[in-house]
């Protein structure tokens, strides 16, 4: 997401603020503006800052968008990529979000993906550079679920056309998918019940938290019983234990829960204890700053509806990330000064 100085708001501001009008269109829309919102999760920092004619021109830009002139918006983006010619990873950036925008009747996901291939070829240095790899990564799963959704939409109307030339075996196919409801119900009546069970069987807290890096996967355990298992998003750079700050790296080894955030900005924090000595004395030899700030936490506020589509991207910046709903339960079963151990992953056997 592109923040401006500017009062006027750019196509991914409004493709944010427009997701709620989204979410009350078809299905569809919903799964589209999920998947082009997943990526901006961690959006917040301007890349660009024009002054003069440039910015003149792009807030024209930002007003026909506004106003659902999209091809107008397109048209004008295309003129400042011709007079200012350095701006041009930021133009690329835009028209690719307009083109993928849900709200646009004449979206063209294959111009979408073109703008953003062309904006990581030809600006391989730009701070647009990563939000545009999400992007790409979200338009493929979006069009990848068209075509799931137009298969599945085939057979739907195929069984209709059966169900009508059947004529009384209507009323015995209907009795059947009430009897796959009635069974699917009772099956999620079981799930809850034994997840019941879990919770009432545990006594007290959690007293561990372990967290499989390669696994995706975070499980608290209570005097060593699992009490529930979650699937996490780790730091942007996943692989290898944090070394220095701003590496985007998820730390490995011991560590405790020392302190507690209600108010964050990522709906509830754990915060972990990093770094600790063995930190500390990697960094002063490679001569770096360790770091810090590495929490268990929720959502970024305003994004929940976002939910666990979360986890199809590794976004945070070191730290692990769960639902809101999730850290919510988490943050009632922790308390200040349990043990957390962050592994690469599961040990060989």
């Not at 979408?112 to 790409?136: H, V």
């Not at 990522?266 to 915060?271: C, D, E, I, Q, T």
Request: charged share 25%.
């Amino acid at each position: 997401m592109v923040l401006r100085s500017s009062s006027r708001v750019s196509p991914v501001t409004t493709l944010c603020r427009d997701t709620k009008k989204c979410m009350l269109g078809t299905c569809l829309d919903v799964f589209i503006v999920c998947m082009l919102a997943a990526p901006m999760l961690l959006c917040g920092c301007s890349h660009l800052s024009e002054g003069g004619q440039a910015a003149s021109t792009f807030r024209e830009a930002n007003d026909f968008f506004s106003q659902g002139s999209y091809q107008a918006s397109l048209n004008k983006y295309q003129q400042i990529m011709e007079q200012f010619p350095t701006a041009g990873d930021r133009v690329l950036f835009e028209m690719g979000i307009i083109f993928s925008y849900p709200g646009n009747e004449h979206k063209d996901y294959q111009k979408a993906l073109e703008c953003f291939q062309k904006l990581i070829r030809d600006y391989p240095e730009s701070g647009y550079r990563k939000d545009s790899e999400l992007m790409l990564f979200s338009i493929n799963n979006v069009i990848v679920k068209d075509r799931t959704i137009a298969a599945q939409q085939a057979q739907i109307d195929a069984l209709r056309q059966e169900l009508q030339g059947r004529g009384n075996g209507i009323a015995a196919l209907q009795q059947t998918v009430e009897a796959h409801k009635q069974e699917l119900k009772s099956k999620e009546d079981e799930i809850v019940r034994l997840q019941q069970e879990v919770f009432a069987a545990r006594k007290g807290s959690a007293d561990r938290i372990l967290i499989e890096k390669k696994e995706r996967r975070l499980t608290l355990f209570s005097k060593g019983k699992v009490l529930k298992t979650y699937r996490i998003a780790l730091g942007g750079n996943p692989d290898g234990p944090k070394e220095r700050q701003g590496d985007n790296k998820t730390p490995e080894g011991i560590y405790r829960i020392d302190s507690r955030n209600r108010d964050s900005r990522y709906h509830l924090s754990l915060h972990i204890s990093y770094p600790n000595e063995k930190d500390k004395k990697r960094a002063q030899k490679l001569g770096v700053s360790p770091g810090g700030d590495i929490m268990i936490h929720g959502i970024k506020n305003g994004l929940a509806w976002v939910g666990d589509l979360h986890r199809e991207v590794d976004w945070t910046q070191g730290c692990i990330a769960v639902t809101n709903q999730e850290i919510e339960e988490i943050e009632r079963l922790v308390p200040n000064g349990t043990i957390v151990e962050i592994r690469a992953g599961k040990p060989e056997p």
